[in-house]
């Protein structure tokens, strides 16, 4: 089987959005066993379509759209299930996901916006604590402060950023 360029830049764009996916299937489907069969058949149908993906596009939006219309088609093989919900329903949560995910892209862009604007100090603090395995204790060992301090300065640099993030969504007009 030759690999081509598209196969490779779909399989990344997969990979990277594959819990994601699993997620918002999770979320419209009652059945934790159909998971699994869907995600497989979704795949199929990215792959077969993936020349037709906008790139200028978020790849997850759009492979919604197919995971969706997977649910639906599973749901019609398998009406002899008494417990599922409506199509009304499974529609609801699917458009209620993405606003989800869309407002929570929308805060992680806005809290990463807010880590720059933080002082050197507060932003190495944060650094050590929130992107390391590393525990209070342990760096307020490391770095010679009281473990009361540390706690009491992580506090006050999450208010900041948390403050921050709320302005910024409500700059844009979304919160």
Same mark, same amino acid.
């Given at each position: 089987? #030759? ?6 830049? !779909?399989?990344?764009?997969?990979? #990277? ?9 999770? @979320?419209?489907?009652p059945v934790m066993a159909d998971v699994d069969d869907i995600l497989q058949e979704t795949a199929i149908a990215l792959m077969r379509k993936f020349d037709q993906y906008d790139s200028?596009?978020? =790849? !997850?939006?759009?492979?919604?759209? !197919? ?6 088609? /599973?749901? #019609?093989? @398998? ?5 599922? =919900?409506?199509?009304?329903?499974? +529609?609801?949560?699917?458009? &209620?996901?993405?606003? /989800?995910?869309? *407002?929570?892209?929308?805060? #992680?862009?806005?809290?990463? %916006?807010?880590? /720059? ?7 190495? *603090?944060?650094?050590?604590?929130? !992107? ?11 770095? &010679? &402060?009281?473990?009361?301090? *540390? ?20 700059? +844009? %007009?979304?919160?």
């Amino acid at each position: 089987m #030759k690999i081509t360029r598209q196969n490779e830049e !779909f399989v990344r764009l997969y990979a #990277k959005d594959e819990g994601r996916l699993r997620r918002y299937v999770c @979320a419209l489907v009652p059945v934790m066993a159909d998971v699994d069969d869907i995600l497989q058949e979704t795949a199929i149908a990215l792959m077969r379509k993936f020349d037709q993906y906008d790139s200028t596009q978020p =790849f !997850f939006n759009w492979a919604c759209r !197919f995971a969706l219309y997977e649910v639906l088609q /599973h749901r #019609k093989r @398998a009406k002899t299930r008494r417990r599922h =919900f409506s199509e009304e329903v499974v +529609e609801a949560i699917a458009a &209620e996901y993405q606003q /989800h995910q869309q *407002l929570s892209e929308q805060r #992680k862009a806005a809290l990463a %916006g807010c880590l /720059h604007k933080l002082e050197d100090q507060d932003r190495r *603090l944060v650094e050590l604590r929130y !992107f390391s395995e590393e525990t209070v204790e342990s760096l307020a060992q490391r770095i &010679e &402060e009281p473990v009361a301090k *540390l706690y009491r300065s992580l506090a006050r640099i999450r208010y900041l950023l948390a403050a921050c993030v709320k302005k910024s969504l409500a700059a +844009e %007009g979304t919160s």
